[in-house]
């Protein structure tokens, strides 16, 4: 069944668990999404960018996502991620999307404001609810304090910032980063401004920027031909601790790319011979299936559906 992020999110707070948002871009992912969470009996959200819309079609993902949700028994929500404009959030709502996130993070603080405060006002008139994000991801193991600053979440900003626009989550910036290379040395995370944000800003808290990079996964997809030397994610005490400091909502894409492209790899570098797409994609699904499934119960999210 279809819920909105808010309702996953204020209850996986209150048990001191995080909800995993695992982005889909086809009808794979999707299905490892939504066979992962039935399996861990575990709340899910389904996200969605808007290079993923651009990619398969908004109609389309709406669709299968809502058919998924249909037969799912665990509650889950479609999530727009990073949706940088109104018209953007607008039309996935009306697509029948239960959560947006609008990132006005690369305005300055008042238009960011002002942009995250309109989408609030029309998302929650239909019933949807919305994220923002203050502040920029970037690693910053090796930043001056300066720098940290610039772009690091404000504590004060952030308490400011959910008044002001009624925001239902918040996505806060403290030292990760999306995609393989987040970091050239060791990362290291400000917990001490996490708990900060979250003594000030009472809603529950995302993280972006969260996969792993597992070492298993860089492997199997050397082993198979692909380049990722220096790839480095997220220690995963790492996102525990952040959990127990108030986040609620963590993101995950990178290790589902990651575990669909080194199994393809791997089959076909094993079957030369296969040219059916079913066999081909099988495997990619069930790789990150797994995936999902271990990410459920480091969140702690497993049997919380």
Do not use: Q
Not at 47 to 71: D, F, M, N, Q, R
């Amino acid at each position: 069944m279809l819920v909105t992020n808010k309702d996953l999110l204020l209850l996986a707070r209150s048990k001191a668990y995080a909800v995993g948002a695992f982005n889909i871009n086809n009808l794979e992912s999707l299905l490892a999404v939504a066979e992962a969470a039935a399996e861990e009996k575990s709340p899910v959200i389904v996200a969605v960018t808007p290079s993923a819309i651009k990619y398969a079609g908004l109609s389309y993902l709406a669709k299968i996502a809502k058919t998924a949700a249909e037969s799912a028994l665990v509650p889950m929500s479609l999530h727009l991620d990073h949706g940088e404009n109104f018209e953007t959030t607008s039309k996935c709502i009306e697509a029948g999307f239960t959560s947006v996130m609008i990132d006005g993070s690369f305005l300055k603080f008042e238009e960011n404001v002002a942009l995250t405060k309109r989408v609030v006002d029309f998302a929650h008139s239909k019933g949807v609810s919305v994220e923002a994000e203050l502040g920029k991801l970037a690693g910053v193991e090796e930043s001056t304090v300066e720098e940290k600053e610039a772009v690091l979440t404000d504590p004060n900003a952030a308490k400011e910032f959910v008044e002001r626009t009624g925001v239902d989550a918040l996505a806060v910036a403290i030292g990760t980063s999306h995609g393989a290379y987040k970091f050239k040395a060791e990362p290291k995370l400000d917990f001490e401004r996490l708990g900060l944000i979250k003594e000030k800003a009472d809603l529950p808290l995302v993280l972006h920027g969260a996969s792993s990079v597992p070492h298993w996964i860089i492997e199997k997809a050397a082993k198979y031909g692909a380049e990722l030397t220096g790839a480095k994610g997220i220690p995963e005490e790492n996102i525990k601790k952040a959990i127990s400091l108030g986040i609620a909502k963590i993101n995950i894409d990178t290790d589902l790319r990651l575990a669909f492209t080194a199994t393809i790899r791997e089959f076909l570098a094993n079957s030369p011979k296969e040219f059916d797409p079913r066999k081909i994609l099988g495997p990619a699904k069930d790789a990150m299936k797994e995936v999902v499934k271990g990410k459920m119960r480091l969140f702690g999210s497993s049997s919380k559906a």
